[in-house]
């Protein structure tokens, strides 16, 4: 993803953005960063770029004309970096201390951007001509006022640059840290064990990943109820469904759970007729209906402008009233797939499973047919994807799905009937159980060879059939 920061201090960027993981994921090109120096576009032959205000009052303002140009700049060199991708308008941020607070949810979704640009301000803020016809969001840090825009600049960068993929190794470094599951994050130690009489707390020298986790957890808790009384009572309203899903079908409603437990679902509805949660990660919205009554009432959930996208439906009666609300387009039955027990599974340590980096995109892309190339790039970059290696070459796949589920597995032919699937899937199903996770999987109904791997491995089989409701935007039109 790339950065574009106007500034009149391009400097101050620069200085704040080479150190630490920010500097190495600008080193390694996962991310790009560019300060651009509005004073670099004024017509003045002075360079000046503020004037006094009209109706007077305290200050100077930055004018709208060098704005406007280092802006047309900026926006002419990503159309051209782009070429016929260029699509919508690239985000302008404004960083204003009249804005929207940033928050942790707002990182997240500009994640997912490709480009963005920054725009700061300084001495009393810029003329609001230039923001109108430039600005799509404005945000501020906090309420405050500081001198200029570039820390708050940094401050998002920072924040977001670390959720894309590919900053941060692990997929789930971000996974477990304050504000993911509405929790703070608990209380850590390092060396020594014994510091001015202070002991480490025993449960964590046990080795016992279990009962740490069940620790940590608590402690969050405790922690979260003492201090952000307000994020502990959203983060009990979902323990609260979590607990309601695993007792009605842990295995049907796994996905929505793991959802929510994972700190990724936002829960839009949960009620005694039923629930519909958003996985913010994977943009997918998963309902589910108690009883067949209030299906439309559940459907009604999604929130209006909301006219395409992929839909979990658990029950066959929400099928009705979603197809009357939107143009599905394709509609794919699956049964769940659960591992439910905490042991690991036993590897034959004969084959070699590696993570896959991003060099292996055409090779995956060539092999995986149920999602986009851009897809398998984002998987990749994510760390999501694990290989098999036979003497040194890469026999299959397995992957972890966006929306948190096991599959993408794939054996290629000249290696198939060698176990090699079910090595897969045991090293994924370990993975998960050491990261705490219930390992889930999606089976398409009638994939005879899956189900068959499923049982051999130990995992349960909902019996139940559920249904992924494909709207694509353009259908929407
Ligand atoms: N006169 C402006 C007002 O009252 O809204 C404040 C201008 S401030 C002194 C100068 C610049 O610092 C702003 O244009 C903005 O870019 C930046 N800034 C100051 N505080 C900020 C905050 N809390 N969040 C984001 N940006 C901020």
Not at 29 to 41: F, H, M, P, T
Not at 293 to 317: C, M, N, T, Y
Request: aromatic share 10%; glycine share 8%; hydrophobic share 40%.
């Amino acid at each position: 993803m790339n950065f574009y920061i106007m500034t009149l201090f391009p400097e101050m960027i620069e200085q704040g953005a080479k150190n630490s993981i920010l500097g190495r994921a600008i080193d390694n090109g996962i991310i790009s960063l560019e300060a651009v120096n509005i004073r670099d576009y004024t017509e003045d032959k002075h360079r000046k770029v503020d004037d006094y205000p009209y109706g007077g009052g305290a200050g100077m303002l930055m004018q709208a004309q060098p704005v406007y140009d280092c802006w047309r700049a900026v926006e002419e060199k990503i159309k051209e970096k782009r070429g016929s991708k260029a699509g919508a308008k690239t985000r302008v941020i404004y960083l204003t201390p009249q804005g929207k607070t940033f928050h942790q949810e707002m990182a997240g979704e500009l994640a997912k951007e490709e480009d963005i640009i920054f725009l700061c301000g300084h001495y009393e803020g810029i003329d609001e001509r230039a923001l109108e016809e430039i600005v799509t969001d404005y945000v501020s840090i906090g309420d405050y006022v500081l001198t200029g825009g570039e820390l708050p600049a940094l401050v998002m960068i920072d924040a977001v640059a670390r959720l894309a993929p590919g900053v941060l190794h692990n997929e789930d470094s971000a996974g477990e840290e304050t504000f993911y599951n509405d929790l703070l994050e608990y209380p850590q130690y390092s060396r020594p064990e014994q510091w001015h009489g202070k002991k480490v707390p025993e449960v964590l020298l046990s080795g016992n990943h279990k009962k740490i986790r069940e620790w940590r957890l608590e402690q969050s808790e405790i922690k979260t109820q003492r201090w952000r009384p307000d994020l502990y009572e959203k983060y009990a309203l979902r323990k609260k469904l979590m607990e309601k899903l695993v007792k009605k079908n842990k295995a049907l409603y796994a996905d929505m759970s793991e959802s929510l437990g994972r700190g990724r679902g936002e829960l839009i509805y949960g009620g005694e007729d039923g629930a519909v949660v958003w996985d913010k990660k994977a943009d997918v919205y998963m309902l589910s209906s108690f009883d067949k009554a209030s299906a439309e009432k559940i459907v009604d959930q999604i929130p209006e402008r909301i006219k395409d996208g992929q839909f979990i439906l658990h029950e066959e009666w929400l099928l009705p009233p979603m197809e009357r609300r939107f143009p599905v387009k394709e509609k794919m039955m699956c049964q769940r797939a659960v591992y439910n027990r905490d042991v690991s599974l036993p590897r034959s340590g004969e084959i070699e499973i590696l993570q896959l980096d991003i060099s292996w995109l055409p090779v995956i892309s060539a092999h995986y047919h149920l999602g986009s190339e851009g897809y398998v790039e984002e998987r990749l970059l994510s760390g999501a994807i694990f290989g098999a290696f036979i003497e040194g070459k890469l026999a299959g796949f397995i992957g972890e799905h966006i929306e948190g589920s096991l599959g993408m597995l794939e054996v290629f032919e000249e290696y198939r009937r060698k176990g090699i699937a079910a090595e897969l899937e045991s090293y994924m199903i370990n993975l998960h159980l050491s990261r705490g996770h219930l390992p889930y999987g999606d089976v398409i109904v009638g994939n005879e060879a899956s189900m068959k791997l499923q049982r051999k491995l130990g995992l349960k089989v909902s019996k139940e059939i559920y249904c992924w409701a494909i709207v694509p935007s353009d259908a929407a039109l």
